[in-house]
């Protein structure tokens, strides 16, 4: 079953000695979950007043607010 999650971060957030460069995805598009992969660059452009959705292939799409 498919399912809607929103994220509002455009970052990753770095977990344990900073020496082990541990970095937890918090922007929900990694294919490396929990851990960042980078793919969060692709958000850095959204706007705050508008909602995206992303498919598989990190194809953004803008969505309506209600
Ligand atoms: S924070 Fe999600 S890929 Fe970096």
């Excluded at 918090?26 to 692709?42: E, I, M, N, R, W």
Aim: glycine residues 6%.
């Amino acid at each position: 079953m498919p399912r809607l999650v929103q994220h509002n971060s455009h970052g990753p957030k770095q977990v344990g000695n900073p020496k082990d460069n541990l970095w937890i995805c918090q922007c929900g598009l990694a294919k490396t979950q929990p851990f960042c992969d980078g793919s969060h660059k692709l958000t850095l452009d959204e706007s705050e007043e508008k909602l995206y959705q992303y498919d598989a292939n990190l194809q953004r799409k803008e969505l309506p607010i209600e």
